[in-house]
Structure formats: C-alpha cells, structure tokens
C-alpha cells in the first residue's frame, strides 16, 4: 500500500507539471463553450450556433454525456473564480490556454481518471497487480493525450476499462450498460462493443437485452436535447464522419464507405474464430483491437483517437509472448512528433513571462513549413497515422497464435523502453527553462 501511494504521489507531481505548462487550444473550446453556455441556460450546440461567427475557436463536437458530466466540475471552478474576469470576454482565447492554473485545474478529472484507470486495470489480472499498476500508471500516450493535449479522452477509456473488466468477470449485461455509457461520452467504444457483446455466448434474449442497454445511456443524454443540433454538431463532427468519405461504387448510385466493409469483415473475423482461452482474455484483446482497426486505416486520426487502444495492446502484450512491441514503436514515434509538431513542447508557456517576444504558438514543423515550400507538419500528421496503423495491423496478425499459456508480465526492460518517452518530454521542459 506504501509503495502504491508513494508511486501515485510521483505520478501526480510529473502530470501536474505537464499540464500546468503545456497548453493546446482545444483547452479553450472544451472548457469556455460548456460554462458560457451554462452561464446562458442554453445548450453547448446552441452557444455556438449563436457566438461562433464573435469567436472561431468556439466549438462544440461531442455527445451531450460529455457535458452533462464536465459541466458541473467547470460550473465548481468557476464559483471558486478560478477564470476571473476571463469567462466574461468574448474570445479570451490566448489568456485562457496559457493560465497555469487554468490548465492544471481544467486537466484535473483526466489526471484522476488515469489514477482510477490504472487500478482497475490491474485488477484484471491476479498476481502482480502493483507492477500492472505502474505499468499502465506512465503509459506515455495517456499522460501525453490528458496532461499536456487537454483532450478528455482518457475519461471514456476510463469507462472502457470498467466495461472490460466486468465482461471478464462474466458480468454481461452490466457490462453491456458501461459499454453504454462510454460510447455516449464518446462514440469509438460502439466500435468495441458490438463485436464484443455479440460473440459472448449468451442466449439471444440476452443478447438482444445487452443491444437496448447499450443504446440507454445515450438516448438518455437526450432528455432535454435538441436533436437536431446534435446530429449537426455531433455527427456532422469530422471525427464521426472522414472514416466514411472513402467509398465504393456499386452502380445504380449506390456507394457504400469502405469502412462499412472493413468493420463487417472484422467482425467476421472475431466472431467465427473459436477462443480456446477459458478466462477470455486472449478472446476480449483481439475483438477489442480488430474491432478499431478499421477505423485507423479509413481516416486520418489524432493521437488522442488511438488511447482507446492501449488498455488492449497492454492487454494484448500480456496474453502473447510477443510483448510490448508496437507500444514502444508508437509511444516513440509520437514522441518524434510531439517535439516536431505540437504547440507548445517546445514552447512552454511557463516561459512566456522570460520572453515575450517569442512565438509560443507555432510548433516547430510550422515554423519550417513558413521557409520551405512543404508542408512538413501536415506530412508528419499524416505519414506518423498511417505507419501506426500498418504497425497495428502487422502486430496483431504476427501475434495471432498464442505461443504459451502463460501471462507474459513485463519487464525492467519493458518499463525503461516504456518510460524513455516520458523522461524525454520531462526533458524537453527542463532544457526550455536552462535556456
């Protein structure tokens, strides 16, 4: 218990410098848009229907779940004065996302929802749980994605997790709901869910239960919401709806996206594959990660898109020998891209009182992309999420035997490989305030 206290009491220290000192603008938009609009007694959509043409960087994108379990936190902040006199500009923009406490305070629920993520996770396994803890705990990505990007994604995989370990512990329709509730706060955990739900073996009534629980919690987030507005907003948001621009043709007019058919097709795949694993944790691992790999090969997505996908690799690496592996090659590769392309690593706004004059906004690719006649930042985005996406691919169909029975528990190796990312972010910090 002393050990398990003291290494929280660590990683709350390392998440609070982080987020106190890197910014990203989405802060802003995630944060302001729902206490303005609570302010106004109106809807997050409608606050930017009405102020988005004062204030561009207004925007409002996600499930209403989202806001109905934010809000009241923001609402508490702002009793507590910690926005000022800030709430009350039109687009304070700039002054919001380089507030120190602004950040840290607004960042608070991902650095919990990390903490409670991480024990739950290690309770899905027997033995060893203090090291899963840790383990999971400095996953680079999540600490990357909450603490310094600000995106609330790590609450939903939070959900994710809870949902996971109940459908190991046989608790289906429970599980079922939890699958629910994470899809409304976001939508990518339908992806998981209905694969995983329907190849449990259940009796069809069951089945047919678990489909209506998964859909309650969001209809009702509905209560009281125009529905209107949340399928312009929502549906319309480019994260729901880029993965289905790619189509075929059929004739006739009809075109259906080519993620309709990879999606089917790896649902197929999952459910006519007979599992051998009597815990279902090898069954669970790979639906889970088949189940998502259509939508990172259809579309262009962001970092924060991928953290879905950790609590599976993990789980993936402790059911095959194989390891880690595509952990280390991503956790890496968005290192590389974090220092080249993001916003503020190299800039941190802990620094803006030393140098004014220094333009804590553009990342390093942009400022390249200014001399040169490429765009580098676009290249990075775009290259870095397609070789992640073949490396996905390649890992799971390597892995796709079980080599033993055993559960592969990481090593001293796995945990300096792992940890190698986040001591360089640290770094990166440290060299920004000896400069």
Known sequence: ???????TALYVIIFSLLSATISFPDVFQLVFTPVRAAMEGISPYSYVDRYKEDCPWLDATYPPLF?????????ALLRLGVFGTLINEVCPVWPFITNGLILFLTKLPYLAAQIITALIFSRMFPTERLKWYVFYLFQPL?????????????LMVLVVVVATYLLLRQQYLISALTFGIAGAIKHQPFLVAVPLLWR???VSVRKLLATILLAVPYLAALWKSDVGEVQRRVFGFSENTKMMSAKIDLGLGVEIPIFVILYLVSCWLVWRRKSEDVTGLERVTRIGLLSLLPYYLVTPWFLQRILIVVPYLILFGAAYKSGFRLLYLIN??????AIFGYPGVLDSVLLRGLWPKADYVLPLAARLSSVTAISVKDLGKYSLTGINSVLLILYILAGWHRQDKKLYLPNRRDFVLLGMPLVGYLAVISLNLLQ
Do not use: N
């Not at 806001?67 to 609402?75: A, E, G, M, N």
């Not at 890496?332 to 891209?337: D, H, M, P």
């Open 1 to 7: 218990m002393k050990a398990t206290i003291l290494i």
């Open 67 to 75: 806001y109905r379990v934010i809000t009241p936190y923001y609402l």
């Open 200 to 202: 449990w073996k259940e």
């Open 142 to 154: 999540p600490l990357f994605v909450g603490a310094m990007m600000g995106q609330f994604d790590g």
């Open 332 to 337: 890496w590769l968005f290192f590389v891209w």
